[in-house]
């Protein structure tokens, strides 16, 4: 181990914490706009326009918003997309995970465009979020009339 790993190692950083549930549901939608490798404005756009809708980001300041989104995106940054989904899937409760998943569907559809990773990407946060196959389909096919047009 050198002389600087334990300043820039990000296991013993704070990214390595506990997930909220707040920062899990919002990490999903951050990696749902991220999979592809870029984030569009749209999904940008789609990305707080549905959080700031929500009962569960309610009482958060933009001090507080600010602060979660700048703790996801180095998880983001440093561990990449798949980490990042992977721990706040872990750390979703069981009845986010069905709104967590239609609202990352919402966001990879709102540019108009799935790509192949955006494919993979939903289909293996289907899986991780343990969502039957019925009720997934189900989602994104209300999401795909949704954001026709």
């Given amino acids: 181990m ?11 950083s704070s990214s390595r914490r506990s997930l909220t549930r707040t920062e899990a549901f919002a990490g999903i939608l951050l990696s749902a706009s991220a999979c592809d490798g870029h984030i ?3 999904e940008l756009t789609s990305l707080f326009t549905t959080i ?3 009962k569960l980001f309610e009482n958060y300041t933009e001090q507080k918003w ?16 798949d980490h990042l989904a992977q721990r706040c899937c872990d750390a979703l409760p069981d009845e986010l995970r069905e709104s967590a998943f239609a609202n990352a ?26 969502i039957d196959g019925d009720t997934a389909l189900t989602i994104v096919e209300v999401m795909i009339i949704k954001n026709k047009g």
């Fill in 105 to 130: 569907c919402d966001i990879v559809l709102a540019d108009g465009v799935v790509e192949d990773e955006e494919k993979e990407f939903l289909e293996t946060l289907q899986k991780v979020l343990e």
């Fill in 66 to 81: 600010t602060s979660m989104m700048d703790h996801l995106l180095k998880i983001l940054k440093r561990e990449g997309v």
């Fill in 40 to 42: 569009a404005d749209e």
């Fill in 2 to 12: 050198g002389l600087l790993d334990n300043l820039f190692d990000s296991s013993s």
């Fill in 52 to 54: 700031s809708r929500m």
